[in-house]
């Protein structure tokens, strides 16, 4: 049986699990490709290490660069990340003829046009399963299963350690800053865990996945991001209170004027099975015209998990070398030359409801304020609730729903509230997505 040789960089978390899967079920997996796939060159500074999970069949190196330039490594992995020495790897390693699965969607999402177009012009493979939602193969998804369709929307939770963080507040009635220091104990959450907890990891992996749904290019620069660091206990309870559940969503929808991109805390009906997905896990939902929508869950991270899309990229790539490379399903599901320039609307513009929540001195006249302020903007409210105040205190929440409005209303209506006499402290804004269109 014919090998295919591989180059590994780096043998950390998911490096170590690619190596440990692809061993244990070599056969299994030979069986599926026809040939043997050999990590037959791993790349790490912790040398020991590397040769601990490894043995002595497999070459290690400190030197990354070895393996790019070395003539018998066909398909290189790269999961060092960052955005650094990691681009400059893949880029050797497409330039010297290679193939390249990578798990990094910082990278992609930031430099993923110059990536594709230089391993377009070498008619090479860049495969990148890996880099959204761990273990669930959403990118598979989108470019081949759901083909047929025209995307209208994706929304998922897609990032694992902040949905453990509102999971644990919402059960637990935990602080933000306690959820916070668990996932950091079960080592879920960054030593610097602001790619998570700020929205910005679920923003590269909605705007890979924007990319592949409606063939743009990759413009994370034009995500607008917000993440759950300001979310307090007490807005998980008002939302659940009104039959919703808080989680943090990266959404992008195909609108008039062109694709909305974002990333914030949501509101979502408790009904909706997404709603229910709790912990590190990931659940992303797809809308196709045709096929309605589709709902994909699973491990979002960890070793195994991640490791079961790199090798299902390993696979994909062994089975499409002999395929002419014109021939080959495009990276993005689009041919390069078929990518649309179809604008990325601005936050302002964007379509949906809200949650509100105003903090208000009890007195005649402040609703009848605040809905005038609500009615003179077109906004139209959809529920609310006001909760009885301790005798002693002269505040008192509002909390309302409102109906689908324009960013740019509510954000005029709420400049405005905020200007009351009556108001004692901000108005707390959440977005709400009803996901059933
Ligand atoms: N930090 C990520 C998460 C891991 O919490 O989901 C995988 O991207």
Redesign the pocket.
């Known amino acids: 049986m014919k090998s295919i040789n591989v180059g590994l960089l780096g043998i950390g978390t998911v490096g170590g699990g690619t190596f440990t899967v692809l061993k244990r079920n070599q056969e299994e997996i030979a069986r599926r490709v026809g040939c043997n796939i050999i990590i037959q060159m791993v790349a790490d500074k912790d040398i020991e290490k590397a040769h601990h999970i490894v043995g002595s069949q497999t070459i290690v190196t400190a030197n990354a660069h070895e393996i790019v330039a070395n003539p018998d490594i066909e398909i290189v992995i790269e999961l060092i990340g960052g955005q650094t020495i990691a681009k400059e790897l893949i880029l050797q390693a497409i330039n010297n003829g290679k193939h390249v699965v990578t798990a990094n969607?910082a990278l992609l999402a930031n430099h993923g046009s110059e990536i594709f177009s230089a391993a377009q012009q070498k008619g090479v493979i860049v495969a990148f399963e890996a880099a959204v939602a761990?273990g669930i193969p959403i990118i598979k998804a989108l470019r081949e299963g759901l083909t047929a369709n025209r995307i209208e929307w994706i929304a998922g939770i897609?990032?694992?350690?902040?949905n453990y963080i509102l999971s644990e507040m919402r059960e637990k009635g935990l602080a933000f800053s306690t959820a916070l220091t668990s996932a950091q104990r079960l080592g879920?959450?960054?030593a610097d865990p602001t790619?998570?907890i700020e929205g910005i990891?679920a923003a590269h992996?909605i705007t890979i996945m924007a990319a592949i749904a409606f063939g743009i290019p990759v413009r994370f620069e034009k995500a607008y991001i917000e993440g759950i660091s300001q979310l307090n206990n007490e807005d998980i309870r008002n939302a659940e209170e009104l039959g919703y559940r808080i989680k943090l969503l990266g959404i992008t929808k195909r609108v008039e004027k062109g694709i909305e991109l974002r990333v914030h805390p949501t509101l979502i009906p408790i009904k909706r099975l997404i709603a229910n997905v709790e912990g590190?896990m990931?659940a992303i939902v797809v809308k196709g015209d045709a096929v309605g929508p589709t709902l994909y869950y699973g491990a979002?991270?960890g070793a195994e998990p991640?490791a079961s899309s790199v090798i299902a990229d390993l696979v994909d790539v062994a089975r499409q070398l002999t395929v002419d490379p014109k021939h080959r399903v495009p990276y993005l599901a689009f041919p390069p030359d078929s990518l649309s320039d179809t604008p990325i609307v601005s936050m302002e513009d964007v379509q949906t409801a809200y949650y509100l929540r105003l903090q208000v001195i009890d007195k005649p006249g402040v609703l009848a304020d605040i809905t005038r302020i609500l009615a003179d903007a077109d906004i139209s409210i959809s529920a609310m609730i006001q909760k009885e105040h301790a005798e002693e205190e002269d505040r008192v929440n509002i909390i309302m729903l409102t109906h689908t409005t324009q960013e740019k209303n509510i954000n005029r209506a709420i400049d405005k509230i905020e200007k009351l006499p009556s108001m004692t402290d901000k108005v707390v804004r959440i977005r709400l997505e009803e996901l059933n269109k």
């Open positions: 969607k761990g897609i990032n694992g350690t902040s879920y959450a960054e790619y998570d990891d992996k590190v990931n979002g991270a991640t």
